[in-house]
């Protein structure tokens, strides 16, 4: 590996082992110099691979496995994160911190004043008892659903493979990446995997890929037959009304972004957004070292 910058040479361990004039600037050949490349530790779950930086004074949350860190959403993100056909993606830059972005993903109080030419006007569901808000190792999970077990019902059909798509479920991990499970026209079903990628304090790069999903369905012999002519209607469709709450968020989250100086104090969360508080107390527990944990 070749820096761009002063043309160093790094070996597949990291280490510098070639330095332009280096006995000259430095007094000392480059193996004398001990000069590394910070290390990155890579975990797989599935298609999906994670990397981090390891911190010189990591916490304990910092130093988990990537199992411990996602908890019960590992088994989950294992067997969504099988892509049976050609992922649709999109792509794009929001205006807005990245920590505005997926807190409107856990928002269930927004939709009606902002989604209503896509995801409908008809107001708030009317009672909690469908909504089912789960901490899933250092992250959350809303399943819609009113099935007290539905969550154990998911991982469980995750891990042996029998879970069938029944109804819509999120899953939110910080610090950036969103799973879920979407009908699009029932029985058919789309999962998408999504990341709000930091570019700067007020600017978050979006990424997005979305997916037939793996899980069997309840398909009739017709609809069954009739999918391959069904789906090139169906993967437009859906990819322009996806795009269109996208792009409604984004709208959200950049407007936020245009007052987020004057805000003073953390703001007051109802349950439908529990889970954004869920997700500020795993950040500062990842972030935080281990004389901060002592004190």
């Known amino acids: 590996m070749i820096c761009g910058f002063h043309a160093w040479q790094y070996n597949r361990d990291g280490k510098a082992v070639g330095i332009p004039t280096c006995t000259m600037v430095f007094g000392k050949p480059p193996h004398e110099i001990d000069a590394r490349l910070r290390p990155i530790e890579l975990a797989t779950c599935g298609a999906m691979i994670f990397g981090r930086f390891p911190p010189a004074q990591p916490s304990a949350h910092a130093a988990q496995s990537l199992e411990d860190y996602l908890g019960d959403g590992f088994t989950t ?3 969504m994160a099988e892509i049976i056909a050609r992922p649709i993606y999109l ?3 929001i205006r807005a911190s990245w920590r505005l972005d997926m807190h409107i993903s856990m928002d269930d109080h927004h939709s009606p004043p902002f989604h209503a ?3 409908g006007r008809d107001g708030y569901i009317p009672s909690m008892s469908v ?5 899933v190792g250092s992250g959350g999970a809303y399943l819609l659903s009113d099935d007290e077990d539905c969550f154990d019902k998911l991982v469980s ?8 798509s029944a109804h819509f479920f ?10 879920a499970l979407v009908d699009t026209d029932r029985p058919h079903w789309y999962s998408y995997i999504l990341q709000y990628a930091p570019v ?4 978050t790069a979006f990424r997005s890929w979305s997916y037939p999903a793996p899980f069997a369905s309840d398909f009739t012999w017709l609809t069954r037959a009739a999918r391959p002519i069904t789906d090139l209607f169906r993967r437009p469709i859906y990819r322009h009304c996806y795009s269109r709450v996208v792009d409604e968020d984004a709208a959200v989250c950049e407007r936020l972004q245009e007052t987020a100086h ?5 703001p007051i969360l109802g349950a439908l957004e529990e889970r954004i508080g869920w997700f500020e107390e795993s950040l500062r527990l990842l972030t935080a070292t281990t004389t901060d944990e002592a004190k």
């Not at 909504?131 to 901490?135: A, D, E, I």
């Not at 059909?157 to 069938?164: F, K, L, M, N, V």
């Not at 700067?200 to 600017?203: I, N």
């Open 200 to 203: 700067a304090h007020d600017r």
């Open 170 to 179: 999120v899953l939110q991990f910080p610090p950036d990446l969103v799973v």
């Open 91 to 93: 792509e794009r830059s």
């Open 157 to 164: 059909g995750c891990r042996d493979g029998t879970y069938r």
């Open 262 to 266: 004057q805000v003073e104090r953390a």
């Open 117 to 119: 030419t896509t995801l």
């Open 77 to 79: 993100l294992e067997a």
């Open 131 to 135: 909504r089912r808000y789960f901490r």
